[in-house]
Structures are given as structure tokens and as C-alpha cells.
């Protein structure tokens, strides 16, 4: 089953616009992390938030955290052609910190 | 570091034939994972592994997939005999245990007819 449920599915923007995208997962986590894959390739780990933590940073990347609502969103700023891609949202539950997958939402950048 | 790498990248079997996919983890990482993508099903974990011990298996869709990891920089996963049903990308994944990312492999495009 699902854990994690990322909304949009999909997203169109137009280069430097600001993409948002959002996550909410079922059960207490240990974290959330989002990830990037591209086409035909393996997924890349982007950023991780700790379940006490509520924002962080990464270059062109904020996370922000809500454990009281369950949700997560990934904003990437000013946004590239080159950011074209399926991005997930992975949340680490249990003693083991088990990182099951949403389904992904597609985003498409148009230079 | 090369990252993970798993072989093959591509592979096309018959029905009933055994298949087996390799992965060589990130030097250093004690967590090994596998996961198998379909468009029906997303991303889903099939086994891992900490310290080269299976701890959660709950994910082999049956009997016919096994996983072994004999030393720290080798696993494997078998399917035996193969399905069409069992068409899908396999990736492999690494990480340090605890509040870490994975590092996943380029997968292994697997196609049974």
C-alpha cells in the first residue's frame, strides 16, 4: 500500500516559474525525503527532513515539514528545463526506517 | 565511487526461464534494498537488507523470487521460473542506516515473454 500520496500527478510550468508539490502519508515517520527520476533511469535522492524538523533547504529546493497534518511539499524555485522529471515523496517509518514510495508526480518545465 | 551498480541493464527471457539480477552497493553502505517499478504498481520494496541479513522479505511477490546477499559488496535477486507478470524495472538501492538517502542503482529493465 501506498504511503505517501504526492498531488499533483502532474504539473506543466513554464521555465523560472516555481514548481510546488505536495505529500501526505498515512503514519507516524521517522522522515520524509524526496527523490528525482528521469526518465529511464535510476531514482536520486534530493533532500531529507527529520520528523523534527519543519523546513530545510537546498539550493533551489525547500521542504517543508507538517507532522500535525501529515504533509509534506517540495518548492523548487526558479525552475530549469533541465528540472523536467518524475519526482517522489518517500517517507522512513518503523525501528528500521523502511522508505516506502508515492506514485509520483510528473513535471514538465517548457523553455 | 561508481555508485551501485547492477547488471543487467536490460534483459529479455522466455516464461519459465530463471532470471538473475546482480547489485554491487556503495562501498561502506550496511543497508541493501530492492524494488521493482511498474506503471500499474509504482515503486515497491521487495526485501532488505542490513548488515547482508534479509530483515523484511514481507514484499516477494511469492515463492518464485529469492534474494541472498553473501557478502557485504554482492546480492542478488533470482526468479525462478519467470512470468510475464513479472515485467517490470528492479532497482537496487544502498544507504547508511539511519536518517539517510538512498543511493539507487540504474535498474535492470526486465522483460519476460
Known amino acids: 500500500s501506498q504511503q505517501g500520496e504526492e498531488d499533483p500527478q502532474a504539473l506543466s510550468i513554464q521555465e523560472g516559474e516555481n514548481a510546488t508539490m505536495n505529500c501526505s502519508y498515512k503514519?507516524?515517520?521517522?522522515?520524509l525525503q524526496w527523490y528525482r527520476q528521469n526518465s529511464g533511469r535510476g531514482l536520486v535522492h534530493l533532500i531529507l527532513?527529520?520528523?523534527?524538523?519543519r523546513e530545510k533547504h537546498s539550493g533551489r529546493l525547500r521542504v517543508t515539514l507538517d507532522t500535525s497534518k501529515k504533509s509534506s511539499s517540495l518548492l523548487i524555485t526558479a525552475s530549469r528545463a533541465a528540472d523536467t522529471a518524475s519526482y517522489f515523496c518517500?517517507?522512513?517509518?518503523?525501528?528500521?526506517?523502511?522508505?516506502?514510495f508515492g506514485k509520483g508526480i510528473t513535471l514538465s518545465v517548457r523553455p | 565511487d561508481a555508485g551501485v551498480i547492477q547488471s543487467p541493464r536490460h534483459e529479455v527471457t522466455e516464461m519459465g526461464q530463471e532470471v538473475t539480477l546482480r547489485c554491487k552497493p556503495i562501498?561502506?553502505?550496511?543497508?541493501l534494498f530492492w524494488y521493482r517499478q511498474t506503471m500499474m504498481r509504482g515503486l515497491e520494496l521487495l526485501i532488505y537488507?542490513?548488515?547482508?541479513?534479509?530483515?523484511?522479505d514481507s514484499g516477494m511477490p511469492e515463492d518464485r523470487f529469492s534474494a541472498k546477499m553473501p557478502n557485504a559488496s554482492f546480492s542478488t535477486l533470482k526468479i525462478q521460473p519467470s512470468e510475464p507478470r513479472d515485467s517490470a524495472v528492479y532497482f537496487c538501492?544502498?544507504?547508511?542506516?539511519?536518517?539517510?538517502?538512498?543511493?539507487f542503482g540504474s535498474g535492470t529493465r526486465l522483460t519476460v515473454v
Open positions: 562501498s561502506g553502505h550496511n543497508s
Open positions: 527532513i527529520r520528523s523534527n524538523e
Open positions: 503514519t507516524s515517520i521517522n522522515n
Open positions: 538501492a544502498s544507504s547508511l542506516a539511519g536518517d539517510y538517502g538512498y543511493t
Open positions: 537488507f542490513n548488515n547482508n541479513v534479509p530483515i523484511d
Open positions: 518517500a517517507t522512513a517509518t518503523g525501528a528500521n526506517s523502511k522508505l516506502t
